[in-house]
């Protein structure tokens, strides 16, 4: 298992556009999480999934993003009509979870999608 | 709602100087606290956590925190630093299922 994977890691583009991101996570994994991180700031948490349920979303997360993650392995977040704001770095990662919505978990992080927003 | 408050922005120290990096918490409850470090153009990277069992937590690297709860802090220390740790740390708090990240310390290390 080569860990948390995620694809484009860069990605440019022009205001209004949709973009997508995805991201695979470790196998044995049932967790999976979306941050959102901006120069000089701590990542934010967007969302997260145990299996194909999403438990959690943050009020950061607009209609104009949405994530999936339909069979329970990799997910996709996409952003649609991009703004400039939308800029930053889009971190996933994964966890074994407890059951219910509690634990401790120990979160294994990818290399993030950095997005530039023209 | 858990928080995480990093009391300094940035810290700059000698190699094989001590490293003190600060952090308060705010809960309601026994917290589960984690120290997460990401170098540059690396991913985010465990150093350690706190699950309520010992109050010193040793982690990667010769870091090490002290989780006390009569001053709601849990300061990540290192006796010497080496070049190797100049990068940012955060500390973190589980609220739930997921993590509450701080604004993060750059650690800067001089030769």
């Known amino acids: 298992d080569t860990g948390v994977s995620q694809n484009p890691r860069h990605k440019i583009t022009k205001r209004g556009q949709n973009v997508t991101f995805r991201c695979d996570p470790i196998s044995e994994h049932n967790r999976l999480y979306w941050y959102r991180q901006t120069l000089g700031q701590g990542p934010e948490f967007l969302t997260y999934f145990q299996n194909e349920a999403q438990l959690e979303k943050s009020r950061l997360l607009s209609d104009r993003f949405s994530a999936e993650r339909p069979k329970g392995s990799f997910s996709t977040l996409e952003i649609q009509r991009t703004e400039q704001g939308d800029s930053a770095m889009y971190l996933c990662?994964?966890?074994?979870?407890?059951?219910?919505?509690?634990?401790?978990?120990?979160?294994?992080f990818g290399a993030g999608s950095r997005l530039t927003v023209l | 709602a858990q928080s995480v408050t990093q009391l300094d922005s940035h810290v700059s120290v000698s190699e094989g100087t001590p490293v003190l990096l600060r952090c308060n918490y705010s809960?309601?409850?026994?917290?589960?606290l984690f120290w997460y470090v990401q170098h540059p153009n690396k991913g985010l990277q465990l150093l350690l956590k706190y699950t309520s069992a010992a109050t010193l937590v040793k982690g990667i690297n010769g870091f090490e925190a002290e989780f006390k709860k009569s001053e709601t802090s849990f300061h990540l220390t290192k006796p010497s630093a080496h070049m190797s740790d100049a990068a940012e740390y955060f500390c973190?708090?589980?609220?739930?299922?997921?993590?509450?990240f701080g604004q993060g310390t750059e650690l800067s290390v001089k030769p």
């Open positions: 809960s309601s409850y026994s917290p589960s």
């Open positions: 973190v708090v589980s609220e739930g299922g997921k993590l509450i």
């Open positions: 990662a994964s966890s074994r979870g407890t059951g219910g919505r509690t634990g401790a978990n120990v979160l294994t």
